[in-house]
């Protein structure tokens, strides 16, 4: 697998591109202490998921931009994308088995 894609205003339209399947989409910060602990181990569910998952990741330091059209008010943020549009938020202090919750949701259709 791909691993996670690194989005940016320029690529943005991947994730439009790939609606048929849900997106988890990480908002992180290089100096984020928190973005630093869940960042390897959604790398890792990037690269061994079965692909019918896409994962991207947005530098806020690089590219805010996206992080004010999507209302990220605090980093790390994850967002679980169904059809482009928002259908689940993580927040703050994330845990292993709460993003492990998000993709097996996200896996049922809800």
Not at 10 to 25: Q, V
């Amino acid at each position: 697998m791909p691993g996670m894609l690194s989005i940016t205003r320029e690529n943005a339209e991947l994730l439009s591109e790939r609606r048929d399947r849900p997106a988890l989409l990480f908002f992180y910060s290089p100096t984020c202490p928190q973005c630093g602990r869940i960042h390897p181990y959604l790398d890792e569910m990037a690269s061994t998921h079965d692909g019918t998952l896409t994962f991207g990741k947005v530098d806020i330091t690089t590219d805010s931009q996206l992080a004010v059209e999507r209302e990220i008010l605090s980093i790390p943020t994850i967002l679980m994308l169904k059809g482009g549009q928002e259908a689940r938020r993580l927040s703050g202090s994330i845990t292993r088995q709460s993003i492990q919750d998000l993709i097996a949701d996200a896996g049922k259709g809800r």
